[in-house]
């Protein structure tokens, strides 16, 4: 039920000069209840990829995790998704749905409440924006990059809900974290472990705003991204 950006995963792919990066995710779409399914990345192409898996959902990883497997004794629909991104934050998603056995139908469902339809007002965030200007270091070409693909995201999550299919929050604040660390992996090593004393205040001061939807998430990420 989502499709975004969680970067457990940091995969290197030979390109084409001017390539443009592409996702593409193979393996099966149906399964029994017990069967081992494993989805694969081949066929895809870009510098950087990351897997969202559905919450909660145990996977397995290998060949440098360009696959995963994971495997449900209950029926359900799992939908992951696989983002590319080349090495000037041009990204490419797709997603995969995997149905277990028979899915049980429910029109009660009630909607999820981080639709986009009811969001809840972010609250100040300069303060926010100067934390990241003061903490960051000295490193523009970093800086640029994490700033685009946290735009990125955040420009991903709104096409998700405008389509009606908004990730969790727990799966959004996911994909920031993952596309900062997928950012922060694409550069040389020195410069990664620099930026670990921008991250720790940042991180704490999320925390302070606990922003409860996709709406309030996207404009606390936005304030971090401004101070770049």
Same mark, same amino acid.
């Given at each position: 039920?989502?499709?975004?950006?969680?970067?457990?995963?940091?995969?290197?792919?030979?390109?084409?000069?001017? @390539?443009? &990066?592409?996702?593409?995710?193979?393996?099966?779409?149906?399964?029994?209840?017990?069967?081992?399914?494993?989805?694969?990345?081949?066929?895809?192409?870009?510098?950087?990829?990351?897997?969202?898996?559905?919450?909660?959902?145990?996977?397995?990883?290998?060949?440098?995790?360009?696959?995963?497997?994971?495997?449900?004794?209950?029926?359900?629909?799992?939908?992951?998704?696989?983002?590319? #991104?080349?090495?000037?934050?041009?990204?490419?998603?797709?997603?995969?749905?995997?149905?277990?056995?028979?899915?049980?139908?429910?029109?009660?469902?009630?909607?999820?409440?981080?639709?986009?339809?009811?969001?809840?007002?972010?609250?100040?965030?300069?303060?926010?924006?100067?934390?990241?200007?003061?903490?960051?270091?000295?490193?523009?070409?970093?800086?640029?990059?994490?700033?685009?693909?946290?735009?990125?995201?955040?420009?991903?999550? #709104?096409?998700?809900?405008?389509?009606?299919?908004? &990730?969790?929050?727990?799966?959004?604040?996911?994909?920031?974290?993952?596309?900062? @660390?997928?950012?922060?992996?694409?550069?040389?090593?020195?410069?990664?472990?620099?930026?670990?004393?921008?991250?720790?205040?940042?991180?704490?001061?999320?925390?302070?705003?606990? &922003?409860?939807?996709?709406?309030?998430?996207?404009?606390?990420?936005?304030?971090?991204?401004?101070?770049?």
């Amino acid at each position: 039920m989502f499709r975004t950006f969680a970067f457990v995963v940091l995969s290197l792919i030979p390109t084409l000069l001017f @390539a443009q &990066p592409k996702a593409a995710i193979s393996g099966p779409a149906v399964g029994n209840p017990g069967d081992l399914i494993v989805l694969t990345s081949a066929g895809s192409v870009g510098d950087n990829m990351v897997w969202v898996i559905p919450e909660k959902l145990q996977v397995l990883t290998c060949d440098a995790q360009s696959q995963i497997g994971f495997a449900s004794g209950t029926p359900g629909v799992f939908v992951f998704q696989l983002i590319v #991104a080349d090495k000037n934050a041009d990204i490419d998603w797709i997603k995969h749905t995997v149905t277990i056995g028979t899915a049980p139908d429910d029109p009660t469902d009630p909607t999820d409440p981080t639709d986009p339809d009811d969001p809840t007002p972010a609250p100040d965030l300069d303060e926010l924006t100067e934390l990241s200007k003061r903490y960051a270091p000295i490193d523009a070409p970093t800086a640029s990059l994490i700033k685009n693909f946290i735009n990125q995201t955040t420009a991903n999550l #709104a096409a998700l809900c405008a389509a009606g299919q908004c &990730p969790t929050m727990p799966s959004a604040m996911d994909a920031y974290q993952r596309t900062i @660390a997928n950012a922060l992996g694409s550069r040389p090593r020195g410069s990664q472990s620099n930026w670990m004393l921008w991250r720790a205040p940042i991180e704490a001061r999320i925390q302070e705003y606990n &922003p409860q939807t996709i709406d309030a998430l996207s404009a606390v990420m936005t304030a971090v991204a401004k101070g770049l």
